[in-house]
């Protein structure tokens, strides 16, 4: 089973529009990191932001907003008044506590990404 | 600051020849991970070191291929020989923890086609 599952391959907007992008993952452990990661048509991988398990907090940054919501197993990710520029594929990633998955078991595993197009 | 820095940037080289890439982690950083993405696949993590020691290579596709650290501020990531189906881009990324705590930070990777 995926621990991490981006269900949304490609969305497209128009520029303007809010747009959120999905992410549930999957855990037994309780100590665990999500991440999300954007990475652009240049290629590179962007870090955004990193909640951990604890902080159900709901963030934002500009126009970049987090909804972690543990009962749903869901961190999704909205983009208000979207723009050309946010155009990329964007990853959401796990990292767990090893409490249940075991020692060392502190990789990033990633979703399969959704790409973003937002239209002039 | 310089983020993780990674070459060469490209690499286009015949089946079977050897490749290397390389990888500078960010200073400070004790973690370093190297990644493939393949549209098949998306981000996979191959193997990652702390403070230069190998922790978990399960990842590692096959005997062909090999990473070592051999210091703080370099890591290699080697395919002997090549093939075609190795083709794809390898990241490199580096973190002040485990990861778990703090961010991972990638370079801005290796594409690498095997013809």
């Known amino acids: 089973a995926q621990k991490v599952t981006q269900a949304q391959t490609e969305i497209s907007v128009v520029e303007k529009e809010d747009v959120t992008l999905d992410c549930v993952y999957e855990?037994?452990?309780?100590?665990?990191?999500l991440f999300w990661y954007k990475q652009p048509p240049s290629g590179e991988l962007v870090f955004l932001i990193r909640?951990?398990?604890?902080?159900?907090q709901n963030e934002i940054s500009g126009r970049y907003s987090w909804n972690f919501q543990k009962s749903t197993s869901s961190f999704n990710f909205t983009i208000t008044a979207s723009q050309v520029v946010d155009s990329a594929v964007y990853f959401c990633a796990l990292s767990e506590g090893g409490s249940y998955s075991g020692a060392g078991s502190y990789q990033l595993t990633f979703g399969k990404g959704t790409k973003l197009s937002v239209i002039p | 600051d310089a983020g993780v820095i990674q070459s060469p940037r490209h690499e286009v080289t015949e089946m079977g020849q050897e490749v290397t890439l390389r990888c500078k982690p960010i200073?400070?950083?004790?973690?370093l991970f190297w990644y493939r993405q393949t549209m098949m696949r998306g981000l996979e993590l191959l193997i990652y070191?702390?403070?230069?020691?190998?922790?978990?290579d399960s990842g590692m596709p096959e005997d062909r291929f090999s990473a070592k650290m051999p210091n703080a501020s370099f890591s290699t990531l080697k395919i002997q020989p090549s093939e075609p189906r190795d083709s794809a881009v390898y990241f490199c990324a580096s973190s002040r923890d485990r990861g778990l705590n703090q961010p991972q930070h990638f370079g801005d990777g290796t594409r690498l086609s095997i013809l």
């Open positions: 200073s400070g950083h004790d973690y």
């Open positions: 909640r951990n398990s604890f902080d159900e």
């Open positions: 070191f702390n403070n230069n020691v190998p922790i978990d």
């Open positions: 855990t037994r452990d309780t100590t665990y990191y």
